[in-house]
């Protein structure tokens, strides 16, 4: 782990000139204050202070005095501020908030509340590894350098050049990630026209959750200096395939992998089930935080890879949660198929991990898995299998999530009210509104 005194060190050794301090409001967005680095000891000794009543769903204006308290481990130089002709070095921190009244972690920091679902976690003897497969599209500018929907390539998946004309962008995603830190495994172009996937190796979760929020910055910088426009957005696009970002889930214990049993058919442990059972268990309410916008709920329809039934499976992509197959017996986990890009990562990591853990203190036991196509399935099928189907839209979720002790919990009182408004009132929204669909199919009819 690093100290405050490597990262005082660093910034000495690299000129760094401005340090940005980061953290992430409830809806997952990132946001930063900028000091220069002749501050950066002073962050660490005093914080530094900001008004949390200016960030969505933090505090009321008169609680507004915050304090950041930047994660040593998360230094890290921004490489693209210096590659463009821009001589100063900016770096970054990734913070915890903090409450100037008290002294405390701010309840309402989605980062602590990742926290404290890994201390729960630890608490019972496991540390959760997650490895994330966030994909997003690449879409041209218009000429005003707003962003149109027209699509940087027409490439499918796995495709190349010169089908694939963002290979160069993808290139230097990854070279900007692994001068970062990060360990890229692998790279590709999605199934739908424009559409990207980047994966990068496993974590423990807190750092997971912060890679994510990392990636998602670098993917939208480096395609603002390539003059396209990224977007995480779920379903940009109707009639192809939207963006998720499957995540891969283990539990390890004293080092080894608690999900591990070789003499399974599946070669996973009692553990693995009952996590597996929990997920299964608390995923509509889990379905609110992992898929958190209206048009999350344009991905989750039959027809294009995107899982909306709950069951799992070995061989098949159809079941919410998969099995995937594993060399080594470190590698055995399973992988939750719903989540999209736009979630904020550290309260879908909290929710995916507080549901395992119910279902392991309760000694869940998963289902049988599914191996046929369930999207073939008829309704009187589903229903003799005992398979349920996901909230089917963001009214549906939010009113899961409500009914939901453990998930509500895991969120703690101030994120969950607060996330409940914020995406009813969005609900409420997208309900009064009237679409250009709507123009086309009733104007001129009626």
């Known amino acids: 782990m690093a100290t405050e005194q490597d990262v005082l060190n660093k910034i000495e050794s690299e000129d760094v000139d401005f340090l940005r301090l980061q953290f992430t409001d409830i809806l997952g967005r990132v946001k930063n204050v900028s000091i220069p680095a002749s501050q950066a000891e002073k962050s660490f000794d005093e914080g530094i202070y900001f008004d949390g009543s200016s960030i969505e769903g933090f505090v009321r204006i008169q609680e ?30 990734i913070c915890d908030v903090y409450n100037t009244s ?28 997650a490895g994330p497969e966030p994909e997003f599209f690449i879409f041209e500018n218009h000429e005003d350098g707003t962003a149109s929907i027209i699509t940087h390539d027409k490439g499918g998946y796995f495709d190349l050049a010169p089908k694939d004309t963002a290979q160069e962008i993808r290139a230097e995603i990854i070279y900007t990630l692994e001068s970062m830190g990060f360990e890229v495994e692998a790279s590709h172009h999605e199934v739908a026209p424009g559409q990207h996937e980047i994966d990068f190796k496993y974590a423990d979760a807190l750092t997971t ?15 603002q200096l390539h003059d396209v426009h990224a977007t995480f957005m779920p379903k940009p696009i109707s009639g192809i395939n939207g963006s998720g970002m499957h995540t891969h889930l283990s539990l390890f214990e004293d080092g080894d992998n608690a999900f591990h049993d070789g003499s399974d058919e599946f070669n996973l442990s009692d553990t693995a089930y009952s996590f597996l059972g929990g997920i299964l268990e608390h995923a509509p309410a889990i379905t609110a935080i992992c898929n958190p916008t209206v048009n999350s709920y344009k991905r989750l329809v039959p027809g294009y890879e995107a899982p909306i039934y709950v069951a799992w499976s070995d061989v098949n992509r159809s079941a919410l949660v998969r ?31 507080s549901a395992g853990l119910d279902g392991i203190e309760k000694d869940l036991d998963a289902p049988d898995p599914v191996r046929e196509n369930i999207y073939e399935f008829t309704e009187e099928d589903r229903e003799e299998r005992g398979i349920e189907t996901l909230p089917s839209t963001l009214g549906q979720a939010v009113d899961a999530l409500q009914e939901d002790e453990v998930i509500m919990d895991a969120l703690g009182p101030h994120v969950s009210e607060k996330f409940v408004q914020a995406k009813t009132e969005e609900y409420t929204d997208f309900l009064a509104s009237v679409s250009e669909w709507e123009h086309e199919q009733y104007l001129e009819t009626f």
């Not at 507004?64 to 900016?90: H, K, N, Q, V, Y």
């Open 64 to 93: 507004s005095d915050m304090r950041l308290e930047p994660d040593p481990d998360t230094f890290a130089i921004l490489p693209w501020r210096s590659e463009r002709g821009d001589e100063t070095t900016t770096a970054r921190l």
């Open 102 to 129: 008290t002294g405390e972690p701010f309840i309402g920091d989605p980062r602590y509340v990742l926290q404290q679902a890994i201390d729960r976690a630890n608490d019972l003897g496991y540390e959760l590894n």
């Open 209 to 223: 959750a912060d890679n994510i929020a990392t990636f998602r910055s670098v993917v939208r910088a480096t395609a």
């Open 323 to 353: 099995k995937p197959a594993a060399r080594v017996p470190a590698a055995s986990r399973i992988e939750l198929r719903s989540p999209d890009p736009s979630s904020n990562p550290y309260l879908a990591l909290a929710v995916m991990l």
